[in-house]
């Protein structure tokens, strides 16, 4: 069983920076695609940064050129966000895709205040 801890939320103010960090615990050999998910009130889950194997990103329109998702190592994953905005707010998830299903973290709080 894989379980995933998001840290590095917490209240910033717009133009502000945060990093997230996700932890794999459990069976992890090598890596595997990994990703960032937000949910916004009232919104649904999206897709904010996600990294593949071989390293390669993409990034939702909305963040580009302002977070950075990078991997650490087989484990363990960052979210570098830069010039943050109020409508950045929200649950921020971590994702971890595995060959047979994929595992999230209970996701950590980011508010952008004004």
């Known amino acids: 069983q894989v379980q995933l801890v998001e840290s590095g939320g917490g209240l910033a103010q717009a133009g502000g920076s945060l990093r997230l960090s996700c932890t794999a615990s459990?069976?992890?050999?090598?890596?595997?695609?990994m990703g960032w998910y937000r949910q916004a009130p009232g919104k649904e889950r999206e897709l904010v940064a996600r990294?593949?194997?071989?390293?390669?990103t993409n990034y939702a329109d909305s963040v580009k050129g302002r977070f950075t998702i990078s991997r650490e190592n087989a484990k363990t994953v960052h979210l570098q966000m830069n010039s943050l905005k109020p409508e950045d707010t929200g649950v921020y998830y971590c994702?971890?895709?595995?060959?047979?299903?994929?595992?999230w973290g209970k996701g950590t709080l980011v508010t952008v205040s004004s």
């Open positions: 459990g069976m992890i050999i090598s890596p595997r695609p």
């Open positions: 990294i593949e194997i071989s390293g390669s």
């Open positions: 994702k971890r895709e595995a060959y047979t299903m994929d595992y």
